[in-house]
């Protein structure tokens, strides 16, 4: 079972400024990689697959990298309704999402 | 338009089965993975499994294996996630989602969320 772990679990950020969002996993699971965002009564929202490619209709500031263990989420320029919890998922083995960061305002 | 329609909220006793639905529109439902997410109160996703709508092909979690029963019936284009013997610890939103062209386990489209409540 692959182990997918998020960090910070909170991150306070200011409108305007840059979120770097960490994702490792347990091993490799090479780009099998996606981010979901997540608002309080909504289902998930896709952001990014394939570790770096922006799902349809996501905007540019957000952006993914990494390959085996270790992914980032960045948002270059929080807007308000960019505060939400994001969670990676791995689909290299049977799928298992981060328990997820929330982005908080600061 | 890619519809995922969910049955409504539920409230259950301990020891009762659950059966809910997923009817999905705008789109071939036979060509796309349907699966089943599990969300308990204020925590994170779960993934509990998949179904191939077309022949009914279901890939479980682990974790959900023989706890719960996916299933589909194309000609309504709806899939469902059964489970029997409800617990308390089985309260949590469930979310169906339709995969991505890319992968069966990435979820681009994502139902409403079915409320499930066990309580005595």
């Known amino acids: 079972e692959i182990v997918m772990t998020q960090s910070p679990a909170t991150l306070s950020v200011s409108p305007g400024e840059r979120a770097t969002l960490s994702c490792r996993a347990s091993?490799?699971?090479?780009?099998?990689l996606a981010w979901y965002q997540q608002k309080p009564g909504q289902a998930p929202r896709l952001l990014i697959y394939?570790?770096?490619t922006r799902a349809t209709g996501i905007p540019a500031r957000f952006s993914g990298s990494g390959s085996g263990t270790e992914f980032t989420l960045t948002i270059s320029s929080l807007q308000s309704e960019d505060f939400a919890v994001y969670y990676c998922?791995?689909?290299?083995?049977?799928?298992?999402f981060g328990q997820g960061t929330k982005v908080e305002i600061k | 338009e890619v519809q995922l329609v969910q049955s409504g909220a539920e409230v259950k006793k301990p020891g009762e089965s659950l059966k809910i639905s997923c009817k999905g529109s705008?789109?071939?439902?036979?060509?796309?993975?349907i699966g089943w997410v599990r969300q308990m109160p204020g925590k994170g996703l779960e993934w509990m499994g998949i179904?191939?709508?077309?022949?009914?092909?279901?890939r479980y979690s682990p974790s959900f294996q023989g706890q719960v029963t996916i299933s589909a019936d194309k000609s309504i284009s709806t899939a469902y996630l059964q489970r029997s013997s409800l617990k308390a610890s089985d309260t949590a939103m469930y979310y169906c989602?339709?995969?991505?062209?890319?992968?069966?386990?990435?979820?681009?489209?994502w139902g409403q969320g079915t409320l499930v409540t066990v309580s005595s």
């Open positions: 989602a339709r995969s991505h062209e890319y992968s069966n386990y990435v979820y681009v489209y």
């Open positions: 705008g789109y071939s439902f036979t060509n796309y993975w």
């Open positions: 179904i191939y709508p077309d022949d009914s092909e279901t």
């Open positions: 091993q490799s699971v090479s780009s099998n």
């Open positions: 394939g570790a770096s």
């Open positions: 998922q791995q689909y290299n083995n049977w799928p298992a």
